[in-house]
């Protein structure tokens, strides 16, 4: 059984960054597409980025593209999400999630794609 822990959320200021990190085990990391979603309450579950198992593809919500990155290290089993130039608006509970995968291309970017989900991190983001 796949377990992801996240962690690395917190309280920072517009304009400052953050980088979350999802922890993975419990079956061959290099086989799972990962993605990042986030939640406010009231609201819908939101994608923010995904990439392929091999870190080759990966793709990012429009609201935050050019300012997040999803570096992936298969060697340590985690994903990170580096989050940079952060606004209020990305205020909301991340999530990451995983998939097997059998292609290393492929990214997915719809949350009913995903088997496995983690806990949630708090980020909040002061104006």
């Known amino acids: 059984q796949v377990q992801l822990v996240e962690s690395g959320g917190g309280l920072v200021q517009a304009g400052g960054s953050l980088r979350l990190s999802c922890a993975f085990s419990?079956?061959?990391?290099?086989?799972?597409?990962m993605g990042w979603f986030r939640q406010t309450p009231g609201k819908e579950r939101e994608f923010v980025a995904a990439?392929?198992?091999?870190?080759?593809?990966?793709y990012y919500a429009d609201s935050v593209k050019g300012r997040f990155t999803l570096p992936r290290d298969n060697a340590k089993n985690i994903l990170y999400l580096q989050m940079n130039s952060l606004k209020p608006e990305d205020t909301a509970v991340y999530y990451c999630?995983?998939?097997?995968?059998?292609?290393?291309?492929?990214?997915?970017?719809?949350?009913?794609?995903?088997?496995?989900w983690g806990q949630g991190t708090q980020v909040t983001v002061s104006s």
């Open positions: 999630a995983a998939r097997l995968s059998n292609s290393g291309s492929y990214y997915y970017i719809d949350g009913s794609d995903y088997t496995f």
């Open positions: 419990g079956r061959t990391f290099s086989s799972y597409a």
């Open positions: 990439i392929s198992w091999s870190g080759t593809t990966a």
